[in-house]
């Protein structure tokens, strides 16, 4: 019976030895499947005076592979509903250096309440020397 299991635990650890990463089919060097990208469908243009393109271009009809994603994830710009639009017509252009009024220390604001000032009165910095409180 102890040569049995001696048997045994010696089968399992040789097959789990070959499991290792020392080459075989996990260990060879093969392409990254995450950077292939799919090229569109070759047509013929229907002006044949059309000059070759140069080596190593990128392709003008299709984009950038980020250009690509964007527009698969969000679409293109979308319609508007007519109450949106006239939420927008209604609000009208915004001043050219908006942004650089708002952060202007003259602005008068409204009060949001503790925590709103405590944001807006943490010191500047790398978050380091954070601290997190917990009530109770």
């Not at 994830?73 to 915004?94: M, W």
């Amino acid at each position: 019976m102890r040569h049995t299991r001696l048997l045994i635990l010696a089968t399992f650890a040789m097959g789990l030895s070959a499991c290792g990463s020392g080459g075989g089919i996990l260990g060879r060097d093969r392409p990254d499947e995450f950077a292939v990208q799919r090229q569109a469908p070759l047509v013929v243009p229907p002006d044949f005076s059309l000059a070759p393109p140069e080596p190593g271009a990128p392709r003008p009809s299709e984009g950038t592979a980020a250009e690509q994603a964007l527009e698969a994830l969000f679409g293109g710009p979308a319609a508007r509903s007519e109450v949106e639009a006239a939420a927008i017509s209604r609000a009208g252009e915004a001043a050219p250096g908006i942004r650089s009024a708002v952060g202007d220390p003259q602005t008068q604001t409204v009060a949001k309440g503790r925590v709103t000032r405590d944001i807006i009165a943490a010191p500047e910095g790398d978050g380091g020397s954070a601290q997190a409180v917990i009530p109770g």
